[in-house]
């Protein structure tokens, strides 16, 4: 052992890696809550498939806390140390589309990272869904003036 042969770990070029095994190209930048409220930008359109996948989306990730009406009285709210935001009313509406979808995929504060649970197309979908409840909201409240 003392005179063993000597190791030349590059006298053999290593293997090179197939094509398309390792997921380095598409994907989204890493980026933080302030940067993708200023950079991103919903890419979908408001059809009515889009809207209804934003729905189904929006009840089973976010109205548990911020309930179907997104005013933040859904039925875990009150087990929870923070109140969850109301996401109709408020200073929070006039937020970006890039703040709610930079929300959904990393979390604040204390609402936990849907990152891996929805797609990048999902989360704009989402968006998209609060918005048009938005929308109706300031419509009914000017129906209502």
Known sequence: MYRGP???PYAV???ITPADTIPVHGGEPPMDLEQ????MHNPLQ???ENLAKGKEQFNTYCAPCHGESAD???PVAHILAKPPKNLVTGKI???PD???YGTIRDGNLAMPSYAEEMAP???WQVVMYIRSMQSAAAKAKVAGN
């Not at 993708?36 to 950079?39: D, F, G, L, P, R």
């Open 6 to 8: 000597e190791v030349q």
């Open 93 to 95: 509406k006039d937020l």
């Open 36 to 39: 993708a409220t200023i950079k």
């Open 13 to 15: 070029a290593p293997r």
């Open 98 to 100: 890039g703040y709610f």
């Open 72 to 74: 933040g009285n859904g």
């Open 46 to 48: 408001p059809t009515p």
């Open 121 to 123: 197309e999902q989360r």
